[in-house]
């Protein structure tokens, strides 16, 4: 060995000696950036309550994940960014008109009892967003449930000034009080509610019983883009599906779990469309109204409380569309989305057992 | 085009070297010829030192049937036989060589033989003479991968052009370089093969080389692949060509299949048309530490810092971190570089600080990547979860041995988690274990 004495040495490690340059914290801040639609849609809706929700309900959890990582984990985990995307998502699910302890409780539940307590990012069983809006929803549900009606701006000037302190019901809230029929007549909830197409209703006039999917054109695009009541993020499925889309582009979720959730809420809903429009609603509306979008792309493909296999993820979607349609049609709330996910949520570690990938080949 | 399920797409940073045509790697005066250099048991040196060796004569006997033959690369004397580093086993027994540089140390070309007129047994003994392993880094001797048992119908054998591993960049050249002795090559393999049809798989990120073959439409049919890591895997490349799935425990015979690399083929064809043993192979030089990538034709037992002063010495730029044997996605990294090319060494790359980053682990988020990574349908998550209980039996339970350890869980795995590292030091321990508590099942 006459060489030792020169010997560069180098790093000795096992293969991979490359790794992708993606962490946990550029997966949270790709769904910070796929939220940025949504966040946009509901201050053009909402205006400044909308994004004084937002913002207060992201610092409560980001100073929640401080000073409880800190003392639950022994470590400070806000650099993984999760708080701030269970801070947006928990906005998402609030009317625009809470009150700040509403924000401030619903925080502590999120990230505490939702994820600290359980070993924090990656142990906890529930969605944090969701289990902070459940508790809320259940605690004080009158605060919960009355949303500012829709105040899309007429012009620019529009979107700085406050907007009417109306209050609306939500297009679920609507058609759970007064059937389809509250959707038909126009009662002055639904037209809160829908504010500005009551233009394209007043001509199909001559058959209101008939509830067909071509007369009601305008109101499936109010759904789609927006002007609607309901909780911040809920309102625009255009939004979401754009926020949804970038997250699939980017690998973070697969269609798995929104096809199949979807899917399920389009079949039970046509179902029973078909044996009695009269009385239900069309699959169209159920997909577009309430929180099935919002669930379905952002909180039913949230990793850490979803099942890993795919066909784990089509049974995880089709429960979800099963319980959101049962509350949806047969339970006392309008809208069932949050329930259907927390349930689901629980059933994961069940579901993994058995749905894994099939062995290379056998 | 045609693919495999699962798998990830690392950056292939080849363009550092595609480009660089292959040129030869001037003679030196000190070679190091392991003895270990093929999958099996090492070869039994027939010199000692003292003795003058001349260049392409034996000096290294197969022990065995899992073992290849070792010719000198040079002509010269025998310095001494020691323990000398090894760039796979850390220290092996080699042959160190002084080099007359005084002597022509080319391989003289003869007249190509009429190969035609061979038959399998004869060429097959060429072959095994000439101590031909597998090329693309297994090193296991070709003869035995040519030589199935005769209840095996072998009727397809693949070449191995895929060269999924970032930066190698030696068989693209040697595809474009020597497309004609490749063509060559597969009409030698089909004599022996009975006829099996030959494919050559190349990925999309190669396609003059796929373009090239195709223009010769030859019985060597090229099959343009979707980018993708692992395709050079042996069961994933046969899934994609040919659409079988190799079960486990089972090899590529067991589905009719032989997967040969091109390099390799490549050697075959050197070996029945003029007699030249395995003394040099094609070697890509490259990674950001390197001061002028190249692809270098290397006389085996040439030493790693003689190739990388002739490639302009590493870079100032950036502090060389990782100095690898092969590709950066299952290349073993050296503490120095004073070992030997030996016959599996398809590239020399030194990484900086930037390519060959460490990360600390993170807590798992259950993001599912490494399970849809996996190209052989395995629940990486999972194992890790259990590797860090030490739980065998569900280690066991999750088919832990099916791996191929290509690593793409730990390279796609958001929390950095070294899945694949703890993978090796498992599967050992789970098969122990499966010996004892599992009967032959």
Known sequence: ?362 | MKTFKGGIHPEDNKSLSSGAAVSKMPVVEKLAVSLSQHLGKPAVSLVKSGDRVELGGLIAKADGYVSANIHSPVSGTVESIENYPHPVSGYAQAIILKTDLSKNQDFVYPAPADWTKFNADEIKKKIADAGIVGLGGATFPTIVKLSPPPEKKIDSVIINGVECEPYLTSDYRLMIEHTDELIAGAEIIRRIMNSADIYIGIEANKKDAYEKFKSKNSILKPELLKLKYPQGAEKQLIDAILGRKIPPAKLPMDVGAVVMNAGTLFAVYEAVAYNKPLIDRVVTVSGLGIQTPKNLLCKIGTLWSDIIKHCGGFSNNSKTVRLLLGGPMMGFAQFTDSVPVIKGCSGILALTEEEAVYVEEQPCIRCGKCVRGCPMKLMPCELNRAMDYNDIETLYKLNITDCIECGSCAYICPANKKIIQKIRKYKIKVMEWAKKNVGNK
């Open chain 1, 1 to 362: 060995m006459s060489e030792t004495n020169k010997i560069e040495m180098f790093e000795v490690s096992a293969s991979p000696h490359i790794i992708k340059t993606e962490t946990v914290r550029t997966i949270m801040r790709d769904v910070i950036i796929a939220l940025i639609p949504a966040i946009a849609v509901s201050f053009a809706v909402f205006r400044w309550p909308a994004l004084y929700v937002i913002a207060l309900t992201t610092l409560f959890c980001v100073l929640i994940e401080f000073v409880f990582s800190k003392l639950i984990l022994k470590k400070n985990t806000v650099s993984d960014l999760s708080c701030i995307v269970t801070g947006i998502l928990l906005a998402m699910n609030l009317p625009s008109n809470v009150p700040w302890w509403i924000m401030l409780a619903g925080s502590f539940f999120a990230i505490v009892i939702g994820k600290l307590v359980f070993g924090g990012i990656g142990q906890n069983p529930f969605n944090p967003a969701l289990v902070g809006r459940v508790v809320l929803l259940v605690s004080w549900p009158a605060l919960m449930t009355t949303w500012p009606a829709p105040d899309v701006p007429k012009n620019f000037s529009d979107l700085f000034k406050n907007p009417d302190a109306v209050t609306a019901a939500t297009p679920l809230g609507v058609l759970k009080a007064g059937g389809t029929k509250a959707l038909d007549e126009n009662r002055p909830d639904a037209e809160k509610t829908f504010a500005s197409l009551k233009a394209g209703y007043e001509k199909s006039d001559s058959d209101k019983n008939e509830y067909s999917i071509s007369k009601k054109a305008p109101l499936y695009l109010n759904l789609f883009l927006g002007n609607c009541g309901g909780s911040l993020g809920e309102i625009s499925a255009l939004a979401l599906i754009i926020g949804g889309i970038y997250l699939f582009y980017k690998g973070h979720i697969t269609f798995h779990i929104p096809a199949s959730y979807l899917t399920t809420v389009i079949v039970i809903s046509g179902i029973f469309w078909i044996a009695d429009s009269a009385k239900y609603a069309d699959p169209l509306f159920h997909i577009l109204s309430g929180g099935v979008m919002l669930g379905a792309l952002f909180m039913a493909t949230d990793m850490t409380t979803t099942p890993i296999a795919a066909s784990g993820m089509i049974i995880f979607g089709i429960g979800c569309g099963l319980i959101t349609m049962t509350i949806r049609l047969f339970g006392s709330y309008p809208e069932g989305a949050s329930f259907s996910i927390l349930i689901m949520n629980a059933l994961t570690p069940l579901i993994d057992r058995y749905a894994k990938p099939k062995r290379y080949g056998v």
